[in-house]
T-cell receptor, first 114, second 113 residues
Framework: AQSVTQPDIHITVSEGASLELRCNYSYGATPYLFWYVQSPGQGLQLLLKYFSGDTLVQGIKGFEAEFKRSQSSFNLRKPSVHWSDAAEYFCAVRSSGGYQKVTFGTGTKLQVIP | DGGITQSPKYLFRKEGQNVTLSCEQNLNHDAMYWYRQDPGQGLRLIYYSQIVNDFQKGDIAEGYSVSREKKESFPLTVTSAQKNPTAFYLC????????????FGPGTRLTVL
């Protein structure tokens, strides 16, 4: 069965600093991978997704993620964090074979300090 | 603007009462989903519907029921059989069953007193 691990429950960074949120997945074949962002009390918004091809994926709001098959990882990065990036971030995985449900990680809450 | 609406945003109910959460989409999507979100547990799938008049149990369906009589609507009923109903509930939709992107509504926070 597929699974997703986000090892960091909470991360604090200074505004303007770089950010990396970790995501590790467990799946036998090449998965479809997603990052979503959730502002407090709101729904989820898709930041970016990886299906195939270039392993470095660009998303909205200046975010990018890199798929590393050898490490079963799909870490989310941003070179310079803005205060408005404070939110909870969810990594998700889906089987690439046929129609399968999406499995979400437990989330990483990002705090941005001035 | 197309999107998903959920109502109400906050809902309070007494223990033992059934309550229905509304979810409407105008994206012309075939598939719709209900998730439950609890702190530190991510999103867990309650029910999903691939098409009108069809729905399937997700991972945590006990104590919940749904209907899909119209393409645009997928209401969720939290019954008195649900042992711990207080949570944040998210509705989502996609073009087809677990297609490449799911679109989420703003959520309903249910508190059972």
């Amino acid at each position: 069965a597929q699974s997703v691990t986000q090892p960091d429950i909470h991360i604090t960074v200074s505004e303007g600093a770089s950010l990396e949120l970790r995501c590790n997945y467990s799946y036998g074949a090449t998965p479809y991978l997603f990052w979503y962002v959730q502002s407090p009390g709101q729904g989820l918004q898709l930041l970016l997704k990886y299906f195939s091809g270039d392993t470095l994926v660009q998303g909205i709001k200046g975010f990018e993620a890199e798929f590393k098959r050898s490490q079963s990882s799909f870490n989310l990065r941003k070179p310079s964090v803005h205060w408005s990036d404070a939110a909870e971030y969810f990594c998700a995985v889906r089987s690439s074979g046929g129609y399968q449900k999406v499995t979400f990680g437990t989330g990483t809450k990002l705090q941005v300090i001035p | 603007d197309g999107g998903i609406t959920q109502s109400p945003k906050y809902l309070f109910r007494k223990e033992g009462q059934n309550v229905t959460l509304s979810c409407e989409q105008n994206l012309n999507h075939d598939a719709m989903y209900w998730y439950r979100q609890d702190p530190g547990q991510g999103l867990r799938l309650i029910y999903y519907s691939q098409i009108v008049n069809d729905f399937q149990k997700g991972d945590i369906a006990e104590g919940y029921s749904v209907s899909r009589e119209k393409k645009e609507s997928f209401p969720l009923t939290v019954t008195s059989a649900q042992k711990n109903p207080t949570a944040f509930y998210l509705c989502a939709s996609s073009i087809e069953y677990f297609a490449n992107e799911q679109f989420f509504g703003p959520g309903t926070r249910l508190t059972v007193l």
